[in-house]
């Protein structure tokens, strides 16, 4: 169950920033934006995920866990920015992403 809260933790702070990014990208950053009930609602999404996270650090190691969350964010934001946001990766973007997945499978190598 540690392992899949990991998962669910980054899936929602995936979620909760590409709402972020589109409640930014209609009313720009600034004091207003940040108290719109959307945005909040964006934060609470996120304050679930860090629920999520706590859990799993209570039954795994802190260097799994974290090295768990940076490995799914670069795969679930690549994801949401590509499919969701339209936004488009060029070869050095690619790269950088296959050395981060590498750089984290090594890291979790006993």
């Known amino acids: 169950m540690a392992y899949i809260s990991v998962i669910i933790a980054q899936i929602l702070y995936t979620v909760s920033d590409t709402w972020k990014k589109v409640i930014f990208n209609a009313g720009g950053f600034s004091p207003a934006?940040?108290?719109?009930?959307?945005?909040?609602?964006?934060?609470l999404l996120a304050g679930i995920g860090f629920v999520f996270q706590m859990y799993a650090l209570s039954k795994l190691e802190l260097s799994r866990t974290i090295v768990m969350l940076g490995m799914s964010a670069v795969i679930f934001s690549t994801a949401a920015g590509v499919l969701y946001l339209k936004e488009h990766l060029n070869l050095w973007n690619m790269l950088g992403i296959v050395f981060a997945l590498l750089a984290v499978f090594l890291v979790n190598l006993k």
């Open 33 to 43: 934006t940040l108290f719109k009930p959307a945005f909040i609602m964006a934060l």
